[in-house]
């Protein structure tokens, strides 16, 4: 309970930030985004080895930008999530990861693309999913967050945005534990609106 009580605590002092402490704008964001699970490491996603289960996520988000690079079109940002799962399970999830935004392809000019990546976060489960499990039935409540994410939005539009998210809980290669399970993995899409 102290940790679930601390995460709240990080979280809240995370988003409170004056973004002008790191920053000249202050981008703050709110979406959605629902996914399903599927049985692979993220990689085995582009490989075409992930098989689907009747595991589901659905989700808030927030984020707020932090800071600016003055020379790249890179930004970092602070993610935070709650989210519902259902179907093998019913559990509920919330994390916080900071999250990199790199916001120039070349075709910029014809439909915005972003690249989010957060390679490490913090991500809390009220139960451990069976998914989670290792082969002695043990699981963890607390794992790494990771996340990558596509987003796109009209030139002119920018505000509003629909994204593509691999949503990845797991050890760190055993790292934080060595239950011996990978973890949850969803493909998840959703929609964003900045203010």
């Not at 390679?119 to 409540?141: C, I």
């Amino acid at each position: 309970m102290y940790l679930q009580q601390l995460f709240f605590i990080l979280l809240s002092v995370s988003l409170l930030i004056p973004a002008n402490a790191f920053c000249d704008d202050s981008d703050w964001s709110i979406g959605g985004y629902g996914g399903q699970y599927y049985d692979s490491e993220p990689a085995g996603l582009t490989q075409g080895k992930a098989n689907y289960l009747s595991q589901y996520l659905v989700a808030l988000t927030a984020s707020r930008t932090i800071w600016h690079s003055e020379s790249l079109p890179l930004s970092l940002e602070i993610d935070g999530m709650i989210g519902y799962q259902f179907g093998l399970a019913s559990l509920e999830e919330i994390a916080i990861a900071p999250v990199f935004r790199w916001s120039s392809f070349p075709w910029k000019e014809i439909l915005q693309t972003d690249l989010r990546v957060g390679p490490l976060g913090v991500s809390y489960t009220t139960d451990v999913s069976p998914l989670e499990r290792g082969t002695n039935g043990s699981g963890s409540h607390f794992l790494n967050l990771f996340l990558i994410e596509l987003d796109f939005s009209l030139p002119r539009m920018k505000a509003e945005e629909v994204f593509v998210r691999l949503h990845h809980r797991c050890t760190i290669y055993d790292l934080l534990n060595n239950y011996g399970a990978n973890g949850e993995d969803f493909l998840a899409f959703g929609y964003r609106h900045h203010f």
